[in-house]
T-cell receptor
Framework: GEDVEQSLFLSVREGDSSVINCTYT??????LYWYKQEPGAGLQLLTY?????DMKQDQRLTVLLNKKDKHLSLRIADTQTGDSAIYFC????????????FGQGTTLQVKP | DAGVIQSPRHEVTEMGQEVTLRCKPI?????LFWYRQTMMRGLELLIY????????DSGMPEDRFSAKMPNASFSTLKIQPSEPRDSAVYFC???????????FGDGTRLSIL
């Protein structure tokens, strides 16, 4: 079945780069997404990548997709304390429905 | 622009009571999704609608849960009767077409005592 895995916790110092990793199982995934959740809030769409791309950059965010290894990563350059949140990876599978499969989320802690 | 609007933000009620959660999607979006988030199970899709029609309700836990979308700007998720294990954060999301990025509301934090 479809499954998405993420590490649970990452701690970095302010100003460093953060790399959050995600693996998925559905080789027919069409789109892959990164969402950010701050305490008490909903999920905020950060960025997404189509499966025929291997990289997408948007200001401080860089998404890398290795389709062969079914590995997705989110790099945040110059990490700030405001980046502290839970980051969710999600895939849209091949079933041609609107269903997204979410990972369990990575808590990013940014130390000053 | 207004995002997805959910109400109430918090709900505390006793088991056995009926609970109704409400959602107003982003204007122009024609797909609407209901999710539940818990520590144990993470984010789970309960049901989604396309053009007000339920497309996939395989995630609805049991018959105590029901969802409606009477028009393009309003949806409800109802739990009757509620149980303590229903305690969770319930999110509504909408998108322009079910293959476009989904935008989430701030959720309803539900506690069943």
């Amino acid at each position: 079945g479809e499954d998405v895995e993420q590490s649970l916790f990452l701690s970095v110092r302010e100003g460093d780069s953060s790399v959050i990793n995600c693996t998925y199982t559905d080789s027919s995934s069409t789109y892959l997404y990164w969402y950010k959740q701050e305490p008490g809030a909903g999920l905020q769409l950060l960025t997404y990548i189509f499966s025929n791309m291997d990289m997408k950059q948007d200001q401080r965010l860089t998404v890398l997709l290795n389709k062969k290894d079914k590995h997705l990563s989110l790099r945040i350059a110059d990490t700030q304390t405001g980046d502290s949140a839970i980051y969710f990876c999600a895939e849209r599978g091949s079933s041609n429905t609107g269903k997204l499969i979410f990972g369990q989320g990575t808590t990013l802690q940014v130390k000053p | 622009d207004a995002g997805v609007i959910q109400s109430p933000r918090h709900e505390v009620t006793e088991m056995g009571q009926e609970v109704t959660l409400r959602c107003k999607p982003i204007s122009g979006h024609n797909s609407l999704f209901w999710y539940r988030q818990t520590m144990m199970r993470g984010l789970e899709l309960l049901i989604y609608f396309n053009n007000n029609v339920p497309i996939d309700d395989s995630g609805m836990p049991e018959d105590r849960f029901s969802a409606k979308m009477p028009n393009a700007s309003f949806s409800t998720l109802k739990i009757q009767p509620s149980e303590p294990r229903d305690s969770a954060v319930y999110f509504c999301a909408s998108s322009f077409g079910d293959n476009q990025p989904q935008h989430f509301g701030d959720g309803t934090r539900l506690s069943i005592l």
